[in-house]
């Protein structure tokens, strides 16, 4: 990671264009001379990052041919761990905060970063943060040193993490919950098929134990309300689709009463939100325990009729959103690359938000639903009463058109990660699951679903992220890749 000074606090179009940038707001006046969106300011405050990943991975690739020509090595059945530089190691926090963290106005999946950085740079929140970094870097530039050296820093990370377990003054630190949710990222980023799931749980047990012994002090710094609701809403949003007990806890339903006290408006949509997918987890529950291995048991009206009343609970606080959460529809979308990749959107529709988190929030909403539907249309598809089954129809027949337009406006977010500036990237490792989502949906059309494979192969080139590549492999398969609704077929579709 190269620091390089206090950055430039003027907006990114006026650093561009190299004019002085007089702050304004809502808008600077160079860009309200020309007409031009104000794509806003950088913080003072945060990491001035330089990414020089080619030339030092350049340099690593050096001594690994160097390293492989020896001939001792070359009779040992295992390649030898390479002793990377100390920069290859800089440039592995260089690639996080490029792709992870994004800028305080844009933040990426990992936005708590900087303050535990500046606060708090425990060994197992470095590790952490490197071993992602280098499993990333190794991906993107085929390195397989580098995916060795990311082994190593993620079993320090396991160890540093474990030992700060054990003091009771680092087990409530932000540092070391920072180290679990970012393990949690870890396993979803750079994570096997087949430890993938199974790690991401684990690490979000160990974080919702860590939630409940850091009490209501956690609230007291922006770094420990920021890790509070990103690690709650990271594990009630997965738990939708893999539906475990990580969600039941009353210490945590009280410290979410609380934190209310420290939010905003804005704070106070993401805590409605999160009150509705705790509704939906329970009948997600619910809904799997009816269904055998044969069918549903029962009378599974009942079930129908929640998930019906649970999804107009959604509409309702989609609708009540302020105007801060709103996005706009526009038309003639442009083109977006990655590296020598081209590509447009889907639709000639794509959607501009106000920032890449606003976007996130609604993807969010979009897969929570269109899962809804699908299990919806599952359950209707087993009604065995002549009178129930006209019914069951019609219910199934609007659940596909929902879910067709819920869809294409996950389909229609994508370009703005990759258009909305220099922090576009900052949360493109939030698009892999919802795209697989709405790829998944048993009404999607073939060339829709090969555009969202597409998609997650330029994810997975640029940014290094294993989900995509995984999610992209299961498309193409044409198979579920995870029992996402109880009673869907898993086979080839």
């Known amino acids: 990671m190269v620091y390089r000074g206090k950055p430039s606090p003027g907006c990114a179009l006026c650093r561009k264009r190299r004019l002085k940038c007089d702050q304004r707001q809502p808008s600077c006046s160079q860009c309200s001379r020309i007409n031009q969106e104000c794509p806003g300011y950088q913080d003072p405050r945060a990491l001035r990052v330089y990414d020089q990943t080619t030339a030092v991975t350049t340099k690593a690739l050096a001594r690994a041919a160097i390293t492989r020509k020896s001939p001792s090595e070359e009779s040992s059945k295992t390649p030898p761990l390479i002793c990377l530089p100390a920069p290859i190691q800089e440039q592995a926090m260089s690639h996080i905060f490029k792709y992870y963290v994004g800028t305080r106005q844009n933040p990426g999946v990992l936005p708590y970063l900087p303050d535990l950085i500046h606060t708090d740079p425990s060994e197992a929140l470095q590790a952490t943060i490197k071993a992602i970094g280098l499993a990333c870097m190794s991906r993107i530039y085929h390195v397989p040193e580098l995916r060795r050296s990311a082994g190593e820093e993620y079993s320090k990370a396991l160890r540093a993490t474990n030992a700060n377990l054990q003091d009771a003054v680092s087990t409530t630190s932000d540092s070391t919950l920072g180290a679990v949710v970012t393990l949690m990222g870890e396993q979803i980023i750079s994570g096997h098929k087949s430890q993938m799931m199974e790690a991401w749980l684990n690490h979000a047990q160990g974080a919702i134990k860590l939630l409940e012994l850091r009490g209501v002090k956690q609230f007291e710094s922006a770094a420990g309300l920021g890790l509070f609701n990103s690690a709650r809403l990271q594990i009630v949003m997965m738990n939708i689709f893999f539906r475990t007990n990580c969600h039941r806890s009353p210490t945590i339903a009280a410290l979410s009463n609380h934190a209310r006290t420290f939010g905003d408006t804005d704070s106070q949509a993401i805590d409605d939100f999160y009150d509705i997918l705790i509704t939906f987890n329970d009948l997600s529950m619910t809904i799997k325990e009816a269904y055998k291995n044969d069918g549903f048991r029962g009378n599974i009206a009942p079930l129908i009729g929640q998930a019906l009343r649970l999804d107009a609970n959604l509409v309702s606080w989609a609708s009540s959103l302020g105007l801060a959460w709103q ?8 083109s977006f690359s990655s590296g020598d990749i081209h590509i447009r959107s889907y639709d000639d529709e794509y959607h501009v938000y106000p920032s890449i988190n606003v976007a996130v929030l609604w993807n ?15 359950m209707c598809l087993n009604v065995s009463e002549q009178q129930a089954m006209s019914k069951s129809q019609q219910i199934m027949l609007k659940s596909s058109t929902i879910n067709k337009h819920l869809v294409k406006d996950v389909c229609s977010s994508v ?34 679903k ?16 294993q989900q995509a590549r995984i999610l992209s492999h299961f498309i193409k398969e044409g198979r579920h890749g995870f029992n996402l609704i109880p009673g869907k077929s898993k086979g080839v579709r």
């Not at 996005?327 to 442009?334: H, I, L, Q």
């Open 364 to 378: 969010h909403y979009r897969q929570a639903r269109i899962v809804l539907h699908e299990m919806i249309q599952t």
């Open 450 to 465: 090969n555009w969202i494979a597409q998609i997650l192969d330029i994810i997975a080139t640029s940014a290094g992220v």
């Open 327 to 334: 996005f706009t529809v526009a038309r003639n979308s442009p």
């Open 415 to 448: 370009s703005h990660f990759f258009t909305s500036g220099e922090s576009g990237f900052g949360g493109v490792a939030r698009l892999p699951w919802p795209l697989f989502v709405a790829a998944d949906c048993t009404d999607i059309s073939p060339h829709r």
